[in-house]
Nanobody, 115 residues
Framework: QVQLVESGGGLVQAGGSLRLSCVVS????????MGWYRQAPGKQRESVAT???????NYADSVKGRFTISRDNAKRGVYLQMNSVKVEDTAVYYC?????????WGQGTQVTVSS
């Protein structure tokens, strides 16, 4: 059974930093793209940052220059370094892994930014 285990969420003050981690366990034939998504209360889930298997990254305009996504293929992990966080970054953050035949989601980790 495939599981994506996230960690690193919590409470941080505006302007601070946080690092999210997500590690894949179980058997996936091949992990292609990986990414981070977030959902704030009353809003739809949105893409924050994605990274392909060869390291090509894509960011939402709202986080460009502040967040950095990375991955470690050997550890089957994806990471999100969040710097200069803002109150509007408050949300539940989910990681996602695209296998050859299916996509998998983590359970979510809460990030709360206080002013």
């Amino acid at each position: 059974q495939v599981q994506l285990v996230e960690s690193g969420g919590g409470l941080v003050q505006a302007g601070g930093s946080l690092r999210l981690s997500c590690v894949v366990s179980g058997t996936i034939f091949r992990i292609n793209g990986m990414g981070w998504y977030r959902q704030a209360p009353g809003k739809q889930r949105e893409s924050v940052a994605t990274i392909t298997s060869d390291g090509t990254t894509n960011y939402a305009d709202s986080v460009k220059g502040r967040f950095t996504i990375s991955r470690d293929n050997a550890k089957r992990g994806v990471y999100l370094q969040m710097n200069s966080v803002k109150v509007e970054d408050t949300a539940v953050y989910y990681c996602k892994a695209d296998g050859a035949y299916a996509s998998y989601w983590g359970q979510g980790t809460q990030v709360t930014v206080s002013s």
